[in-house]
Antibody
Framework: QVQLVQSGAEVKKPGASVRVSCKASGFMFSTYYMHWVRQAPGQGLEWMGIINLGSGSPSYAQKFRGRVTMTRDKSTSTVYMDLGGLTFEDTAVYSC???????????????WGQGTTVTVSS | DVVMTQSPLSLPVTLGQPASISCRSSQDLGHTDGDTHLNWFQQLPGQSPRRLIYKVSNRDSGVPDRFSGSGSGTDFALRISKVEAEDVGIYYCMQGTHWPPSFGQGTKLEIK
């Protein structure tokens, strides 16, 4: 079955960077998109960006451009999300979520990773 | 960007009674591929979101048939025919038709 397993919790200082990984299994990796979504404590879901797992081409939400980088490693079926210039407002649970097959239309998601808590604290 | 507006934001329901959540989009969600990319997610306390409904009205595998989705254009709804205790959580709509994808604010379902 489709599984997305994310890396463990992180604690970072303001101004630092964080990398969250998402290891995929149970589907043909290169034929899908992968999204990243975050959820601050007690808040709703905020979409961050998407990466084409075939070409590796990412697209980011305007809010995060210049601070976020999404990459993938086809050899290990792993997706990475790097977020730099962390502030206290970046404290959140970061999740990967599988998107649509590349050959189909739309930007929906189906299966989610378990989430990675990133805490920004001085 | 497309704004997704859910109502109500809080939904107290008696066990066994029906519940309905509305989701309105600021643009028509009909895609050029012929589909309408409106999904519903359930987030139980302490868990990651789980997709319940895709493309307006299609239930995901394993989702109880008490959950149903309907709507078109800019107006959509998630209905639970008879609420059970295990349904307590937050429900989100998401549009995947227009760039960038966007979520509703979430509706918190609780038992009265």
């Amino acid at each position: 079955q489709v599984q997305l397993v994310q890396s463990g919790a992180e604690v970072k200082k303001p101004g630092a960077s964080v990398r969250v990984s998402c290891k995929a299994s149970g589907f043909m990796f290169s034929t899908y998109y992968m999204h990243w979504v975050r959820q601050a404590p007690g808040q709703g879901l905020e979409w961050m960006g998407i990466i084409n797992l075939g070409s590796g081409s990412p697209s980011y939400a305007q809010k995060f451009r210049g601070r976020v980088t999404m990459t993938r490693d086809k050899s290990t079926s792993t997706v990475y999300m790097d977020l730099g210039g962390l502030t206290f407002e970046d404290t959140a649970v970061y999740s990967c979520a599988r998107g649509e097959p590349i050959m189909r239309g739309g930007y929906g998601v189906d299966v989610w990773g378990q989430g990675t808590t990133v805490t920004v604290s001085s | 960007d497309v704004v997704m507006t859910q109502s109500p934001l809080s939904l107290p329901v008696t066990l066994g009674q029906p519940a309905s959540i509305s989701c309105r989009s600021s643009q028509d969600l009909g895609h050029t591929d012929g589909d309408t990319h409106l999904n519903w997610f359930q987030q139980l306390p302490g868990q990651s979101p789980r997709r319940l409904i895709y493309k307006v009205s299609n239930r995901d595998s394993g989702v109880p048939d008490r959950f149903s989705g309907s709507g078109s254009g800019t107006d959509f709804a998630l209905r639970i025919s008879k609420v059970e205790a295990e349904d307590v959580g937050i429900y989100y709509c998401m549009q995947g038709t227009h760039w960038p994808p966007s979520f509703g604010q979430g509706t918190k379902l609780e038992i009265k």
